[in-house]
């Protein structure tokens, strides 16, 4: 059974940082690349970062490059977002799921998500 797992969430000022992880299982993490999506209070669910499957690669959503890096630990089936210079445009709901499409793909592959973790930047 595929599962996900985030982490890492919490209250954070602006100009904060965050570590967010995501443990992955029931499928061949090491095959596939990794996104990362965040959902906000009214607002559709949108890609915020991708990573192959090797972790060579990454691409980041044009309002978090130069702030967020993802990584990934395929001994452990895990991703990992470093966010930096927090805004409160960044409060969401942050999930991670396997990408179709290779990492310059946009769409998840598996329907069944996590819980997520909650982000919220506040002052």
């Known amino acids: 059974q595929v599962q996900f797992v985030e982490s890492g969430g919490g209250l954070v000022q602006p100009g904060g940082s965050l570590r967010l992880s995501c443990a992955a299982s029931g499928f061949t993490f090491s095959l596939l690349a990794m996104r990362w999506y965040r959902q906000a209070p009214g607002k559709e669910r949108e890609l915020v970062a991708s990573?192959?499957?090797?972790?060579?690669?990454?691409i980041y959503a044009d309002s978090v490059k130069g702030r967020f890096t993802t990584s990934r630990d395929n001994a452990k089936n895990t991703i990992y977002l470093q966010m930096n210079s927090l805004k409160p445009e960044d409060t969401a709901v942050y999930y991670c799921?396997?990408?179709?499409?290779?990492?310059?793909?946009?769409?998840?592959?598996?329907?069944?998500w996590g819980q997520g973790t909650q982000v919220a930047v506040s002052s």
């Open positions: 799921n396997a990408g179709v499409g290779g990492v310059l793909g946009r769409r998840w592959l598996y329907d069944n």
């Open positions: 990573i192959s499957n090797t972790g060579g690669t990454t």
